[in-house]
């Protein structure tokens, strides 16, 4: 995995996981903002609208300066989570991208189901999905009284772009509710990202 940096004070500092192999690292990454403007299009073929194509962006240059790379990543099959994906991508290596129907609107049960499938050779992975199931798997993983700062922020708002980081101690088999450690929660309207 490689070094990251956190948020101390309002900064983005560098932290790294160098010496902690078994760590793993989860990525949730909600869908940005998509258009409501034609109604004969059905809920999963609705795209982003243009300030969800700016929040993505704004994501993936966050991304890439934190340096948040994916081994793998699982995305809901609908046009507004690949239309992220494709905006936010901060690789320069294409990761496994693996699209997935049953992440569609899924609720965090199933999501969880989907991450205890991942190969353990992997070591990061990024999930790109909906809400409520998003947030309610987020809230789920980071477990216990949600008193931290960005476990507050988590608690009370998923928005529609946002990224939630988690460090994974264990086999993606094993990981389970408060089975994951909240390292950042990302919005694409705080002021300490880049722009997209």
């Not at 936010?88 to 290596?93: F, I, L, S, T, V």
Request: glycine fraction near 8%; charged fraction near 20%.
């Amino acid at each position: 995995m490689p070094a990251t940096r956190s948020r101390i004070g309002g900064k983005l500092t560098p932290t790294s996981n160098k010496g902690c192999p078994r760590l793993r690292q989860l990525l949730l990454l909600r869908h940005a903002k998509s258009s409501w403007d034609d109604v004969r299009l059905s809920d999963h073929r609705r795209p982003l609208n243009p300030a969800g194509r700016a929040a993505a962006a704004t994501m993936g240059a966050a991304m890439r300066d934190l340096g948040l790379l994916a081994d793998v990543v699982l995305v809901s099959s609908a046009r507004r989570t690949l239309q992220t994906l494709e905006l936010a991508a901060p690789w320069q290596e294409i990761p496994l991208i693996e699209p997935m129907d049953a992440l569609y609107l899924a609720p965090a049960p199933r999501l969880l189901t989907v991450l205890n499938g991942v190969a353990e050779t992997v070591r990061s992975a990024l999930l790109v999905a909906h809400n409520p199931g998003l947030h309610d798997l987020a809230l789920m993983l980071a477990g216990g009284p949600h008193d931290g700062g960005d476990v507050r922020r988590l608690a009370e708002h998923y928005p529609t772009g946002a990224l939630a980081e988690f460090v994974v101690p264990g086999p993606w088999r094993s990981l389970a509710p408060g089975g994951a450690r909240l390292v950042r929660f990302l919005c694409p309207r705080d002021p300490s990202l880049p722009a997209g």
